[in-house]
């Protein structure tokens, strides 16, 4: 297994923006750190459980990409199209209770489920770094574990950095709060190119 090319492409494709990443920035910044931390653990989670998949399921996800990944895009833009709304109306303080919603151990699981930029990394990364050289059950579950770890320190980072600049952030929430929903539309429309 390629280990080195397959660590660098994991590396890239989780630390660049995307849904998981903007989310966890925008969460720490609205309820802190300590707080989004569950999230972060549902990513991760959902991380697993969507590789592990790719690796049981790759042969046949292969057979039918064109419409699982109609399915996956059309899903996963309504969701990202619905946080980018949410992202955009959002005043502040008084929907702290909500937030706690939406950003909840269970919402970051699941989302995972639906993330059109996951979906295609984990076929992708299966499928051409994991698969080819290897069938054994115990590597392909390490080989998930791995990425889902990487997932984990992705969001983690991204949260820290949004915890750490909240002071600079909320003093600037109108203007941060269109840039965060103008990624996530555009993240919405990318899924289409």
Not at 23 to 52: Q, T
Not at 67 to 95: C, D, H, P, Q
């Amino acid at each position: 297994m390629p280990f080195v090319p397959l660590l660098f492409y994991a590396l890239a494709a989780s630390f660049t923006p995307g849904p998981n990443n903007l989310m966890a920035l925008d969460g720490a910044r609205r309820i802190g750190l300590r707080k989004i931390f569950p999230f972060v653990l549902g990513i991760s989670g959902g991380c697993l459980g969507v590789m592990l998949l790719a690796c049981v399921f790759n042969l046949v996800l292969y057979r039918w990409i064109p419409g699982i990944r109609l399915i996956m895009s059309v899903l996963g833009s309504g969701y990202m199209l619905w946080l980018a709304i949410k992202i955009w109306r959002s005043t502040g303080a008084e929907e702290q209770e909500e937030l706690h919603k939406v950003y909840s151990f269970r919402t970051g699981f699941w989302l995972q489920f639906i993330n059109p930029k996951l979906l295609l990394y984990a076929i992708t990364v299966i499928s051409a770094f994991a698969i080819p050289y290897s069938t054994s059950p115990f590597q392909l579950v390490v080989v998930s574990l791995m990425l889902s770890l990487i997932g984990l320190a992705s969001s983690g980072s991204w949260a820290a950095f949004g915890a750490l600049f909240q002071p600079f952030l909320s003093r600037h929430e109108r203007a941060f709060n269109g840039i965060m929903a103008l990624l996530l539309l555009y993240s919405a429309v990318a899924v289409w190119f």
